[in-house]
C-alpha cells in the first residue's frame, strides 16, 4: 500500500511565523503535489514537482514556496505566515509523470494562523 | 474552461437507504474520472477510475457510472451505513501519457447518513 504521511495533523501558528509542512512518500514516486482545501472551494493545487530539486507552480502558489531535496520528501513552505493561509493542507504523490492522475493523498495537515 | 459541477452539495439520508450523488463536467480533453471519498479530517481515499471507454464500475457498496457523450458520471451507494458520512469528491483528469495535463476536482458532495 502507498503510504503517504504528514509531519503534523494540526497546527497552530501565529501571523508572520515562518511555517514549514513536510510530507514524505514510501513508495518511490517521482511526483508529489501540495493542495489547500477551504470550505465551497474544493481542493486548489498550490505546487508540485515531477522530480527531485524540480518544482511547478499551481493554481495559487503566492505565499508559498516548496523544497523537494530528496525523492521522498516533499515540503510546503509559508515564509510569513498569514490569517488567509488558515486551511487544510493536503501532500499527494503519484508513481510517474504518465500517471500523474493517480494521486495517494496523505491524512491532511490543518493548520490555523492567528 | 475545464469545470467539474457536483450535485447536491449536501445530502441527508437515513441509515439503509441508497441515494446517488452527480457529477457534470466540460474537461477536454477528458482522460478519466475518479472518485474519492474524504472522511472529515482526514484525506480523500480513491473509490472507483473510470476512462472513456468504461460506463460502469463497482466498488462493493459503491457504484461509479460514467456517460461520455452527456459528460455525466454518478455515484450510487446501495444500502447506506454510518461510515458512508463523507464528502464525496469528483475528479476529471486530462492527462495523455508523458503531456501536461491537469486534475479537475469538484467541490465535493457531504453525505450524511442519519440512524
Known amino acids: 500500500d502507498v503510504k503517504v504521511t504528514q509531519s503534523s495533523r494540526y497546527l497552530v501558528k501565529r501571523t508572520g511565523e515562518k511555517v514549514f509542512l513536510e510530507c514524505v512518500q514510501d513508495m518511490d514516486h517521482e511526483n508529489m503535489f501540495w493542495y489547500r482545501q477551504d470550505p465551497g472551494l474544493g481542493l486548489r493545487l498550490i505546487y508540485f514537482s515531477y522530480d527531485v530539486k524540480m518544482k511547478e507552480k499551481g493554481d495559487i502558489p503566492e505565499g508559498y514556496s516548496v523544497s523537494r531535496e530528496k525523492k521522498e520528501r516533499f515540503s510546503l513552505i509559508l515564509e510569513s505566515a498569514s490569517t488567509n493561509q488558515t486551511s487544510m493542507y493536503l501532500c499527494?504523490?503519484?508513481?510517474?509523470?504518465?500517471?500523474?492522475?493517480?494521486?495517494?493523498f496523505g491524512p491532511g495537515t490543518r493548520l490555523t494562523v492567528t | 474552461k475545464n469545470q467539474v459541477e457536483q450535485s447536491p452539495q449536501s445530502l441527508i439520508i437515513l441509515e439503509g437507504k441508497n441515494c446517488t450523488l452527480q457529477?457534470?463536467?466540460?474537461?477536454?480533453?477528458?482522460?478519466?474520472l475518479r472518485w474519492y471519498k474524504q472522511d472529515t479530517g482526514r484525506g480523500p481515499v480513491s473509490l472507483t477510475i473510470?476512462?472513456?471507454?468504461?460506463n460502469t464500475k463497482s466498488n462493493g457498496r459503491y457504484t461509479a457510472t460514467l456517460d461520455a457523450d452527456t459528460k455525466q458520471s454518478s455515484l450510487h451507494i446501495t444500502a447506506s451505513q454510518l461510515s458512508d458520512s463523507a464528502s464525496y469528491i469528483c475528479v476529471v483528469s486530462n492527462y495523455y501519457g508523458g503531456s501536461q495535463g491537469n486534475l479537475i476536482f469538484g467541490k465535493g458532495t457531504k453525505l450524511s447518513v442519519k440512524p
Open positions: 499527494a504523490s503519484s508513481l510517474r509523470r504518465d500517471k500523474a492522475y493517480e494521486q495517494y
Open positions: 473510470m476512462t472513456f471507454s468504461e
Open positions: 457529477c457534470n463536467y466540460t474537461v477536454s480533453p477528458f482522460s478519466n
